[in-house]
């Protein structure tokens, strides 16, 4: 599951590795429009998958696994990548508060949403297109960070102060990669969140991006993920990466 400012696309290297491995995939678009409602569109697509899912979340799409799976029988393992991994009552902006500011406090702008509700209020949120590169992706090459930065998907700012359910990680297996030059989400925040959930860890030197940057890294933790969490060396019953 994506988070900000991107969109399922940024998990296309990892989805051709996996998929080299012999697992089915499947990668749902993240509304991005608040917590309960991303959550439930989440719960909807596993809820339709008849074999052991493993759910993957990046930035804001680890919020929304977190919320997404704490009823889903057939989730059998989380996978966090430089991700928010929420306690209950607890929002988005209580871990960015909690620790030192990084530089994408001062590199997002917001604007108002382009159908206005009658109350004219909602608002979402970007990151300044020329601050992107620097805040998002600094370890991918030009060209592609550029891109990204011009394709990028807003986060309604509702979705930010969201509070969360009961944590999936709380009664299911967990793991979390550790980006540990991520200046979008503090990687204190993430060694934070990744001890509280008792997370097998996995630290990688990379950006915010490391889903696109490290790849294999990525894939590597999701195949033991998938393994252990299913107790299963089934090739043909291995879960599926959502």
């Not at 989730?75 to 607890?90: M, Q």
């Not at 102060?161 to 793991?175: D, E």
Request: net charge negative; charged share 15%; proline share 7%.
């Amino acid at each position: 599951m994506h988070g900000a400012f991107t969109d399922a696309s940024s998990w296309a290297e990892v989805i051709s590795l996996l998929h080299a491995a012999g697992f089915t995939v499947c990668a749902p678009a993240n509304p991005l429009r608040g917590l309960p409602q991303d959550a439930a569109y989440v719960r909807s697509v596993v809820r339709d998958i008849d074999v052991p899912v493993v759910l993957v979340g990046h930035g804001y799409g680890g919020a929304v696994i977190t919320h997404a799976a704490t009823d889903g029988d057939n989730v059998v393992a989380l996978c966090y990548v430089a991700a928010f991994g929420l306690d209950e009552g607890e929002c988005v902006m209580d871990i960015t508060n909690r620790f030192a500011p990084v530089p994408v406090a001062d590199a997002t702008v917001t604007a108002a949403l382009p159908a206005q509700s009658s109350s004219g209020s909602e608002r979402e949120m970007y990151v300044h297109k020329d601050r992107f590169p620097l805040v998002y992706a600094t370890d991918l090459a030009p060209r592609a960070r550029n891109v990204m930065s011009v394709a990028q998907r807003p986060i309604a700012c509702g979705a930010l102060t969201s509070r969360s359910g009961t944590p999936a990680w709380a009664s299911k297996p967990s793991w979390y990669a550790i980006a540990t030059a991520d200046r979008m989400l503090s990687p204190s925040a993430q060694r934070f969140m990744a001890q509280r959930m008792a997370a097998t860890e996995y630290v990688l030197d990379g950006s915010h991006a490391v889903v696109l940057s490290q790849p294999g890294a990525v894939v590597a933790m999701i195949r033991e993920a998938a393994e252990q969490g299913n107790g299963c060396d089934d090739g043909d019953r291995l879960p599926q990466p959502v």
